[in-house]
């Protein structure tokens, strides 16, 4: 499936993360905000007012924040572009659940590579799956049990997983428990699992990455000067926009450089 699919498109969605999600005052936002409840920051066109300068003005959680394509699927086909009174509970009610239907679909889509030839057919079977329900008109969206849907993938992901990782498995490792703000630069972690580590301000500058699972790991203000991340399993935008990095860092082909790395 093409990366553009998951691509963030603002001019075709409503605002919806601005709007249909919560969040608190914090070192991540400038305010508080309940949910289904407009920023202050949002225009009347749906568009933020200061995005040119989100972080310098205490909005460090909005230029991390991805919905994986979400938005505009909810805005533009989901709700056909209606937008307005009869249309906004149940689409700040579907919206969460659109954003995890992406999401999936982003980890089979970066598990098809040529190491899970194997398994291809498996894949494709599953997004195909998956695309149909994310085209479902608003009352069936609203039926849909996502958990069930995602525990329906995870085998999928761990098997791509070992296919991924096998080329890197020729010696054991050990691995810290503890992750958050250690210094590991300059290490070969190639084929090693992070998931759903928390890897808070941890320095993996220069470390060689390919192959991680980084899946569900938290890599906010973690390092990655100067690390290759070229073909990391299960990474996703936000996890990049939330970590350091440089000139240096080599990311997978389908991820973006943030603007705010140095």
Not at 90 to 97: E, F, I, Q, S
Not at 231 to 255: K, S, V
Request: charge should be neutral; glycine fraction near 6%; charged fraction near 25%.
């Amino acid at each position: 499936m093409e990366t553009e699919r998951f691509r963030v498109r603002c001019t075709d969605c409503f605002g919806l993360c601005c709007t249909a999600l919560a969040f608190s005052a914090s070192s991540d936002f400038g305010h508080d905000k309940p949910e289904a409840t407009p920023c202050r920051n949002l225009d009347a066109d749906y568009r933020c007012k200061i995005h040119d300068r989100l972080r310098p003005s205490g909005y460090k959680g909005c230029t991390v924040y991805d919905c994986f394509g979400a938005g505009q699927q909810i805005s533009q086909v989901t709700f056909s572009g209606v937008y307005d009174d009869s249309t906004k509970p149940l689409m700040y009610t579907l919206y969460p659940k659109m954003v995890h239907l992406q999401e999936m679909m982003w980890y089979l889509t970066d598990g098809i590579r040529p190491e899970t030839r194997s398994i291809h057919d498996a894949l494709e079977t599953k997004l195909q799956e998956l695309n149909v329900k994310t085209g479902l008109p608003p009352a069936e969206l609203a039926t849909l049990d996502v958990d069930h849907l995602r525990s329906t993938i995870l085998p999928l992901l761990a098997q791509i997983e070992t296919l991924v990782q096998a080329p890197y498995r020729k010696k054991p490792r050990t691995l810290p428990n503890d992750w958050i703000g250690k210094n590991v630069s300059r290490q070969n972690l190639s084929g090693c699992s992070l998931r759903g580590r928390f890897l808070l301000a941890t320095n993996l500058s220069h470390c060689q990455l390919r192959g991680v699972n980084f899946l569900g790991a938290d890599l906010r203000d973690c390092n990655l000067r100067g690390a290759d991340l070229t073909d990391a399993l299960f990474l996703t935008q936000a996890q990049i926009n939330a970590a350091q990095g440089d000139a240096g860092t080599r990311l997978p082909e389908r991820l973006l450089r943030p603007s705010h790395w140095s």
